[in-house]
């Protein structure tokens, strides 16, 4: 089982962790105020989540925005090449542009996904 932990299964968890209307009744005889201080807290919780969730919405479109404009140039500096009679120099470029772009992509997904192990947990283990 994966220790990492969807967008969902944090609001689940969330929700879950308020008491039940009994309990929160109870709360609030013992101390007034209680329950209303328990729904703001989790109010702030998940805006803090929805927060987080659209800054990183934001940090991927521009890295695939960024990603873009680089493959851009790199077509460009190989189309210099190849219009300055070099068609293997601009080949080599615009190959290996290509394929280190696909490798940070593959390699960016594979690790937000937990599936590269974590130098943190290698370091608690020693």
Do not use: C
């Amino acid at each position: 089982m994966s220790d990492v932990t969807t967008p969902a299964q944090q609001r689940n968890a969330a929700w879950a962790a308020m008491p039940t209307p009994g309990k929160l009744e109870a709360y609030e005889r013992a101390a007034p105020g209680t329950a209303e201080r328990m729904l703001a807290l989790l109010e702030a919780q998940q805006l803090h989540t929805q927060r987080i969730e659209l800054d990183a919405l934001r940090i991927r479109r521009l890295g695939h925005l960024l990603a873009f404009l680089s493959v851009l140039v790199l077509a460009g500096v190989a189309s210099y090449f190849v219009n300055r009679g070099a068609p293997t120099q601009g080949a080599a470029v615009i190959v290996t542009g290509a394929v280190a772009v696909t490798g940070i992509f593959v390699t960016g997904r594979v690790a937000s996904r937990g599936a590269l192990p974590d130098d943190s947990k290698k370091a608690d283990r020693r």
